[in-house]
């Protein structure tokens, strides 16, 4: 009787622990993009280094909508991290422009990660040689409502301009680019990673000038919007384009949940930025982050286990 009493206990502690040690696994959603853009990939190669680091860590990459339905979706409860642009996380943090009124409390910051720039094409024979003379002229300023057209707002303000003063259109990547090339269009703004493919084709075909922001006018912007940080697209970038040219970028940033608990966000965090030479091999935009940068273009909280984290490293104060 005794040992039988004595087998069902340890069978029944037998279950307690099978049960904790299942209870341990970390289930989280890293919410990304598109499958055919660059978020999807890139969040799977994050997710891939933090499943292979840290013990009992299952992190699943999810293709999505990208950053505006990203971060609603960390906002709900429905995905813990995200990857985003960080202007977008600031309107959702703040309930403004593409979130007008609409605040989102429940989103904090890992780290800004690369640059997606903000590049200004003309055509050759537009005569244009910088923003000031986009008076008057046919500009494309990306799909309406789109994080691309508030670039292009902002940026126009910061030289004294707004959509009044141009012949506005609303229109792809690929759209602008065409509009270039057969001559409706006099210029046009795109954000995305250095080279994009619709200004690659137009460079070959037609041919196009890229237009700087720079001086007074750069920091003017950057100063009210301190998701922007200054960078450069090299010579060569496009076929024709010769010379450096500066410009303004705005960051694709990782986006947590203020709900995860400090050490989870520590431990994932210095996982990452202790493994950037896998996530380099793993995508060619992995080459772009470092710890350094991530503090920067940062307008939304560090989670406090990401605060820690750099503090640790000496990044932050």
């Known amino acids: 009787m005794k040992k039988t009493v004595f ?41 891939n280094i933090w499943n292979t680091k840290l013990e009992n860590m299952n992190v699943t990459a999810q293709a999505t909508g990208a950053s505006a339905e990203n971060l609603r979706l960390i906002n709900k409860g429905e995905a813990e991290f995200a990857t985003v642009q960080n202007d977008v996380m600031d309107y959702a943090y703040h309930g403004t422009a593409l979130f007008d009124g609409e605040v989102l409390e429940n989103i904090m910051t890992v780290g800004t990660l690369y640059p997606e720039v903000v590049q200004i094409a003309v055509s050759e024979s537009s005569g244009i040689t910088s923003i000031e003379d986009f008076k008057g002229k046919r500009i494309s300023v990306g799909d309406a409502g789109s994080g691309v057209e508030f670039n292009a707002k902002q940026i126009l303000e910061g030289y004294g301009l707004t959509f009044d003063d141009i012949k506005k259109s609303n229109l792809s990547f690929k759209e602008s680019a065409e509009g270039i090339q ?93 493994n950037l030479d896998e996530l380099g091999q793993a995508h060619a935009k992995g080459k772009e982050v470092s710890a350094a940068s991530a503090v920067t273009g940062v307008s939304v909280p560090f989670h406090p286990g990401a605060a820690k984290y750099y503090k640790e490293i000496g990044l932050l104060d």
């Open 7 to 47: 087998m069902a206990i340890l069978a029944a502690s037998a279950i307690m622990i099978l049960g904790g040690c299942q209870n341990t696994q970390k289930d989280y959603i890293l919410a990304t993009g598109g499958t055919s853009g660059t978020y999807y990939p890139f969040g799977g190669a994050i997710a």
């Open 182 to 274: 057969n001559g409706t269009l006099d210029g046009c703004f795109i954000t995305a990673g250095v080279p994009n493919s619709a200004l690659q084709e137009l460079a070959f075909t037609a041919g196009l000038k890229l237009i700087p922001i720079s001086g007074d006018e750069a920091d003017i912007i950057c100063s009210k919007y301190n998701y922007y940080t200054q960078t450069t697209i090299p010579g060569g970038t496009y076929k024709g384009t010769d010379e450096d040219t500066p410009a303004l970028a705005i960051k694709a940033t990782l986006a947590v949940s203020s709900k995860l608990d400090e050490e989870t966000v520590y431990n994932m965090t210095k996982a990452l930025f202790e």
